[in-house]
């Protein structure tokens, strides 16, 4: 499948075909389908998978921090040749930002889990019941820890 970027780099005329911005721009492609990646392990809870990504994707910012200059009296990235590429990563960021938000939702969803299971969450919809079959009452009682 490609990606709409790739057809902008073919068709990068000479002049801004420096080896820098090609270079950037490969990078950046390959960060865009590392953070699809990074989804789909987020979706489907292959921890292993997402953890084995971030290596990858630290050594990806590394090489675009040094190939753009950025953050520095050398930095290339203002230069019009560069749009496409801060286009790119511009869909980068929203991608990361996609992951970022499930990954808050699930450990959200997790925290509501173990604040019921503790019984800790005053708010949870959750009844739950002594040995005796009736309702508990706080944290009186015996709870799960105890048990």
Known sequence: MQMPFQSQV?????PANSPELIAALEHGLSLHQLLENEFEALRVQDLETFESLQDTKMAIFQNLTTLTGTGTDDSRI???EWDTFKNLIKDCRDLHRRNEILISRKLDAIRGTLQTLRGSDPTAS?????RLGRLSRGRGGRGYEEV
């Not at 073919?10 to 000479?14: G, I, K, Y």
């Not at 959750?126 to 002594?130: F, L």
């Open 78 to 80: 203002d230069a019009p």
């Open 126 to 130: 959750v009844e739950v019941y002594d």
């Open 10 to 14: 073919a068709d990068l005329p000479p």
